[in-house]
């Protein structure tokens, strides 16, 4: 069973078992979206506390399945377990950083930066990096991921626009290696 499945079927397990079944099952016909849609609506329905931890790795999922921008306000909406994690979902707190925060970083010249997640130990933070379109919104897709130092100014790690879960992966980690 692959990493993936693994964090599938454990987010599964925070619902009913019969709904979990659900979920899980959607992971084994490759209906990713339609499983994330009944893990949030789940979570939602049973008003089930989940861990901020938690919370963000489902935003993550959801980003590389396509479904952040429409799950995101219920993933907000989730009750707190109380449970501290060292990652928080900080998405729709309003911020952004309006252009590439490092001159040497090439590949950020003309992004808008979006922070998603933070480490609640170290401080570290999580961004997604979006072009703005002609119309002024932001890309719908993140053309980056970026692991910035807490007060955001300088560049750890950049991630290609198909390395959610890597970034994320990388970000949980840095404070979990450290002595």
Avoid at 15 to 30: F, H
Avoid at 122 to 146: I, K, P, T
Avoid at 155 to 173: G, N, W
Wanted: hydrophobic residues 40%; aromatic residues 6%.
């Amino acid at each position: 069973m692959t990493d993936d499945a693994v964090i599938w079927n454990r987010l599964a397990a925070l619902l009913p078992e019969a709904e979990a079944q659900d979920v899980k099952d959607c992971w084994d016909i490759g209906e990713q979206e339609a499983g994330l849609g009944l893990l949030v609506s789940g979570i939602l329905g049973h008003q089930m506390p989940v861990s901020e931890t938690d919370r963000a790795q489902i935003s993550v999922l959801a980003e590389t399945w396509g479904e952040r921008e429409a799950l995101t306000p219920q993933i907000l909406q989730f009750r707190d377990e109380g449970t501290p994690g060292h990652l928080k979902l900080i998405e729709g707190d309003g911020n952004t950083v309006p252009e590439a925060i490092d001159e040497a970083e090439q590949d950020l010249v003309g992004l808008v930066l979006v922070p998603w997640i933070t480490c609640t130990r170290c401080g570290h933070v999580l961004l997604r990096a979006h072009s703005r379109e002609s119309w002024g919104d932001l890309s719908y897709l993140a053309r980056h991921y970026v692991i910035t130092t807490p007060n955001r100014s300088t560049v750890l790690q950049l991630f290609p626009a198909d390395s959610a879960d890597a970034a994320f992966v990388s970000l949980q980690r840095a404070c979990s290696d450290a002595p």
